[in-house]
């Protein structure tokens, strides 16, 4: 192991470990051109994870500022939803909503699981995949519109936005790398402190988001759908990829949307 690891992985714990993390899981999650200075070692990505829950507070803060100001002005309920969802979606460059609609399409379109990965990496995008995006928006914006009031709604979105952000970092604590090449398959298994740590800011974000009574029954229900697409995805290509924890992420995002919009 290097020098450069070595003090990497040996101060951890400390605040200006997480600083570093914040902002490694900042240029990695988002478009936003943040420079990071001094050199970060090869392992680096495998424990900035912790950090990708507070990354989507900072996501989900801005698509509920936006929420805010279209009620504000007096746009329509669903034209609300809307700008905040895609204020979120230009934050991250569509990040996520790309491994999703990768995902359906190689899922959707492969027979075999070589060429449910093939399909996967080619950068065109499908019927499968363009459906799976117009759905998944679909349903943030709709769900967004379910609330009883705006600020909850608003609160929902900015939990809800750092709760999903652990999902990729359970599949890729939870399963092996489809394949052999790629980002996905060159990360290690991220430590267990550090998933702990994660899962951690991911619970606690969501919990001051949303009110307490609504917090369990959204646990069980995201729990559920991460294990029933974590089994579909070791069953369709035996592991994970890049694509695969993106559209964990917009799967609970939309999970627990929707578990929350039907309590409040």
């Not at 890049?242 to 929707?258: H, K, R």
């Amino acid at each position: 192991m290097s020098d450069t690891s070595s003090s990497f992985n040996k101060n951890a714990h400390s605040l200006q470990s997480w600083w570093e993390d914040a902002q490694l899981a900042l240029v990695f999650l988002t478009r936003i051109p943040w420079t990071i200075k001094g050199e970060l070692p090869a392992n680096a990505l495998n424990r900035a994870v912790r950090a990708f829950p507070a990354v989507g507070l900072l996501v989900g803060a801005l698509g509920a500022c936006v929420f805010g100001l279209a009620q504000g002005v007096g746009l329509p309920a669903l034209a609300c939803g809307l700008f905040a969802v895609l204020s979120c979606v230009l934050l991250t460059g569509a990040l996520h909503e790309d491994g999703l609609a990768d995902v359906a399409d190689g899922f959707g379109g492969g027979r075999d699981k070589a060429r449910k990965l093939e399909i996967m990496r080619d950068s065109r995008v499908g019927s499968y995949g363009v459906l799976a995006m117009v759905i998944a928006i679909g349903l943030r914006v709709s769900l967004l519109d379910g609330f009883e009031d705006w600020s909850l709604a608003a609160g929902a979105l900015v939990g809800v936005s750092a709760f999903s952000r652990i999902a990729p970092v359970l599949m890729l604590y939870t399963m092996e790398p489809a394949r052999t090449d790629g980002l996905a398959a060159k990360m290690e298994r991220p430590d267990q402190t550090i998933v702990w740590q994660g899962v951690a800011l991911a619970v606690g974000a969501l919990w001051l988001c949303v009110p307490f009574s609504a917090l369990l029954m959204t646990l069980i229900v995201s729990g559920a759908a991460l294990y029933a697409f974590r089994k579909l995805a070791q069953s369709q290509i035996g592991g994970h990829t890049g694509d695969v924890c993106g559209a964990s992420q917009q799967i609970i995002e939309i999970v627990a949307l929707a578990a929350l919009a039907a309590q409040l």
